[in-house]
Nanobody
Framework: QVQVVESGGGLVQPGGSLRLSCVAS????????MGWYRQAPGKQRELVAAITGGGSTDYGDSVKGRFTISRDNARNTVYLQMNSLKPEDTAVYYCNRRPPREDSWGQGTQVTVSS
């Protein structure tokens, strides 16, 4: 079981940037494929980006070219750099394994993009 704590969200204007962090527990973190997910009001949770232990990445179509996922296995941390933010990126952002484990969802971090 992986426990996670997300941070870094906030209010940002359209076109702005934020960097999210996710610290995970577990001595074998480096072997996990990790993902960032988001859930907007009234919508289902969706995968935003994922990264393997070796650093291979995958992105949802709506964020390609704007978001970058990375990880530091020595720090058990996954990052999500979000640039050129749009109002439709407003959501609660979560990290979890990919595929997600139901017992590993954290509290998430709220990202609001608004002028």
């Amino acid at each position: 079981q992986v426990q996670v704590v997300e941070s870094g969200g906030g209010l940002v204007q359209p076109g702005g940037s934020l960097r999210l962090s996710c610290v995970a527990s577990g001595s074998i973190f480096g072997f996990y494929v990790m993902g960032w997910y988001r859930q907007a009001p009234g919508k289902q949770r969706e995968l935003v980006a994922a990264i393997t232990g070796g650093g291979s990445t995958d992105y949802g179509d709506s964020v390609k070219g704007r978001f970058t996922i990375s990880r530091d296995n020595a720090r058990n941390t996954v990052y999500l750099q979000m640039n050129s933010l749009k109002p439709e990126d407003t959501a609660v952002y979560y990290c979890n394994r990919r595929p997600p484990r139901e017992d590993s969802w954290g509290q998430g971090t709220q990202v609001t993009v608004s002028s």
